[in-house]
């Protein structure tokens, strides 16, 4: 390649191969979540005995190969694909979301294209929102696909795909129907993995502004541990670097009146779904319920949930009952804090930072209300804040650091890890083992760690079983009569992230396979859990995501190297909360009120060129 002679398994690409020698070959279809298809053609090559340039992204190595990656021929070539690429993008580009960002245009710099405005938009070909998640600016489209086979490959979805021969080719949905018609789940994985500003989450920044200016108003913030991991990237930051204090001084600069942690309603969510746990259990190993619906599926991921409704409603009573953390907190800001603190709920404003798209249709939920008033006002992804921050001239990183607010300020290691796809399970097993046994959890899992659950492995299976049952802990006092039913019982969970893998033990479920006999399971719509979410800063990579895991396990590894507390159920915030308000305790009849729901089917499944008869979800 280029001269230099390169080793590299036979079948290789030309693009792997150039990678593992550092030689950079510009890419712009290529992304490592997804399998290349060679469609934009930026990655052409000279190869030797081959008349056409060749797209180095699909093209084996065989033996003796040899490869020009910079030739005249080439450069030439690469500058031709990318001034078409441009001249087919249309739009305003400065009033684009992927102003500065946008991956063509860095591409056009890098291979000496031409000018980097983009042609006046063409009537009808902005298809604005086509969901409560999602934005669609066909004018931005370039026809890479990205996004089409992220949907299919990453996520099992499919619900995008190209219409059309000729001029009129573009990316649709079946039957051109909105995003909310047809079975997409507001993951946004399609919105991570395109190039430019063609997909968006629905811009939330202008109420929330809104709502910052008007005095009438109380407006507060949640912030969950995934965004505070990325956000430093959108500053220049190495991935993986968090930025959890600076950033609560920044949100207090741009007017919010309160800074809370989302990691106290993930620590809450530990406690009312470890208690649904041994309470299914109970019914089904002590009283022979065989109606009790197991393994117990998580709640958390409202991708996640909303694919269950579409795909699987059959088995949406092994659903958990427990809002997610999000929901959890938005229930207790607008019915306990805003009483407890003089407050109008009407004049509260609920803002939550969170990494996630479909966050924006889990908060319009109508069972997620109250009084007819949605618990969460506005859910902002990362993005939005970053632009949020930058746009008021704030130097994010040149901040002081400073503490989040009371009564919601308190979290836990177990809280933070939430954000990584096995955090939810780890967490939850923290305090259930120590609950059963009555012994530290450490004495059962390695350092309160549990290793099985942790990783990027598409599904992951763990067991843990009670050789020793201890008193029932004070919380629980009056659910059970006792634990030594669980003597010997060996508890079987898993793990799965990316709906295309939570179809794969949905499916072995189905059959009564392995994870039939599961008693517990974490389910996450996006790749590696939150960190990888639809509203996190691009471009989203597996690197990128090992990076932001790091910074979880690191920050939860420094709780407990400074003497606080890795346990949710060791939370003295928490504890507080059930004295005072949740005084019937877990799983009791005011937070069955406060923090649980149902949920129902969504209609049938409905992919593009869905089967003859089959009904849009409504």
């Known amino acids: ?89 249309a739009g305003d580009c400065p009033a684009c979301l992927r102003y500065g960002r946008c991956e063509l245009h860095d591409l056009a710099a890098e291979v000496g294209a031409g000018g980097l405005d983009c042609p006046a938009p063409e009537p009808g070909r902005l298809v604005d929102l086509l ?71 629905v811009d939330g920044t202008a109420d929330v502004l809104a709502a910052l200016a008007d005095p009438t108003k109380h407006v507060v913030i949640q912030t969950a541990p995934a965004p505070r991991a990325a956000i430093g990237e959108e500053f220049g930051l190495p991935a993986g670097t968090a930025v959890t204090w600076q950033l609560n001084t920044a949100l207090r600069m741009l007017g919010f009146e309160r800074v809370f942690d989302t990691t106290f309603a993930a620590d809450l969510t530990v406690i ?29 991921s409202p991708g996640w949930v909303k694919d269950l409704e579409l795909r699987y409603p059959e088995y949406l009573a092994n659903l958990s009952s427990c809002r997610s953390p999000q929901q959890m907190f938005g229930s207790l800001l607008k019915t306990w804090y805003a009483p407890a603190h003089g407050l ?14 479909a966050k924006k249709f889990e908060a319009a939920r109508p069972e997620l209300t109250h009084d007819g008033r949605p618990d969460v006002d506005v859910a902002l992804t990362t993005r939005e804040l970053a632009r949020m921050v930058r746009g008021r001239g ?83 006092t009056g659910l059970l009569p006792d634990l030594e039913w669980l003597r010997g019982v060996t508890l079987r969970v898993a793990v799965a992230h990316g709906t295309a893998n939570a179809h794969r033990v949905m499916e072995d479920i189905r059959a009564g396979g392995l994870f039939a006999s599961c008693h517990f399971i974490e389910f996450m719509a996006c790749p590696g859990g939150c960190l990888g979410g639809g509203g996190q800063p691009v471009p989203v990579t597996p690197a990128v995501r090992a990076a932001r895991a790091r910074a979880f396990y690191a920050e939860d590894e420094h709780y407990g190297a400074t003497g606080r507390t890795r346990k949710s159920h060791e939370n003295l915030a928490l504890q507080r909360l059930y004295r005072d308000v949740l005084v019937d305790g877990p799983c ?31």
């Open 131 to 201: 969901g409560p998640s999602v934005a669609v600016d066909l004018n931005a489209c370039i026809g890479c696909l990205r996004c089409v086979r992220a949907c299919a490959e990453v996520q099992g979805i499919g619900v995008l795909g190209v219409v059309g021969r000729g001029p009129s080719t573009q990316v649709s949905t079946y039957g051109g129907l909105p995003l909310s018609q047809v079975s997409c789940i507001d993951c946004g994985q399609c919105v991570s993995h395109c190039p430019t500003g063609a997909l968006q989450a």
């Open 588 to 618: 009791g009849p005011t937070s069955r009120r406060l923090l649980h729901t149902t949920y129902t089917a969504r209609g049938t499944y409905l992919p593009v060129g869905g089967e003859p008869g089959a009904e849009p979800a409504p």
């Open 394 to 476: 704030i130097a994010l990183t040149d901040l002081a650091p400073s503490d989040f607010d009371d009564p919601f300020g308190t979290a836990t290691g177990s809280g933070v890890i939430f954000g990584v796809t096995g955090g939810v399970m780890e967490s939850a097993l923290r305090t259930v083992v120590e609950w059963v046994t009555g012994q530290p959890g450490e004495e059962y899992l390695t350092h309160a760690d549990l290793a099985p659950v942790r990783g990027f492995d598409g599904v992951r299976y763990a067991e843990v079983t009670f050789d020793r049952v201890g008193p029932v802990p004070p919380i629980l």
């Open 272 to 300: 009312e779904e470890g208690t649904e746990l041994l309470l299914r259990l109970y019914r089904a190993l002590v009283q022979g319920d065989t109606a009790v619906a197991l393994p117990q599926f998580t709640s958390c």
């Open 1 to 89: 390649m280029d001269g230099t002679r390169i080793d590299v398994p036979a079948g290789v690409t030309i693009l792997d191969a150039a990678d593992s020698a550092g030689i950079r070959i510009p890419t712009l279809c290529h992304h490592p979540d997804l399998r290349d298809a060679g469609v934009c053609r930026v990655c052409v090559v000279e190869v030797a005995g081959q008349r056409g340039l060749q797209a180095a992204c699909t093209y084996p190595v065989t033996d003796g190969v040899a490869v020009r990656t910079g030739s005249l021929r080439v450069t030439q070539a690469r500058r031709d694909v990318v001034d078409l690429l441009l001249a087919e993008q």
């Open 344 to 357: 109008d709920p009407a004049d509260v404003v609920s803002v939550s930072l969170m990494p996630c798209t």
